[in-house]
Nanobody, 122 residues
Framework: QVQLVESGGGSVPAGGSLRLSCAAS????????MAWFRQAPGKGREFVAT????????LYANSVKGRFTISRDNAKNTVYLQMNSVKPEDTAVYYC???????????????WGQGTQVTVSS
């Protein structure tokens, strides 16, 4: 089992940048596919990005492609989401997720963090 803790959220003006981190404990990070999801007020949980066990493959939602980058440092047991050129519609609680088998866009990951708030002002 793995425990996930997100950090790095906050308030940022439109067009700015923010980097989220997700620290894993309990098992080595290389055992898991890692992903980021987000949930805006009144909306369902939305896929943002995912990265394979060693980082060789990534997938992005169309809404963030070209602006966000997911990466991982297995030696540090940490996954990152670099957010550039942010927009007000990126405002949401961002969640880190992990699964030892599933690599995809659906919210089928077994392990979830508690979330970190990102607010983008116009």
């Amino acid at each position: 089992q793995v425990q996930l803790v997100e950090s790095g959220g906050g308030s940022v003006p439109a067009g700015g940048s923010l980097r989220l981190s997700c620290a894993a404990s309990g098992r080595t990070l290389s055992s898991y596919v890692m992903a980021w999801f987000r949930q805006a007020p009144g909306k369902g949980r939305e896929f943002v990005a995912t990265i394979s066990w060693r980082g060789g493959s990534t997938l992005y939602a169309n809404s963030v492609k070209g602006r966000f980058t997911i990466s991982r440092d297995n030696a540090k047991n940490t996954v990152y989401l670099q957010m550039n050129s942010v927009k007000p519609e990126d405002t949401a609680v961002y969640y880190c997720a992990a699964d030892d088998e599933y690599f995809g866009l659906a919210a089928e990951y077994d392990y979830w963090g508690q979330g970190t708030q990102v607010t983008v002002s116009s």
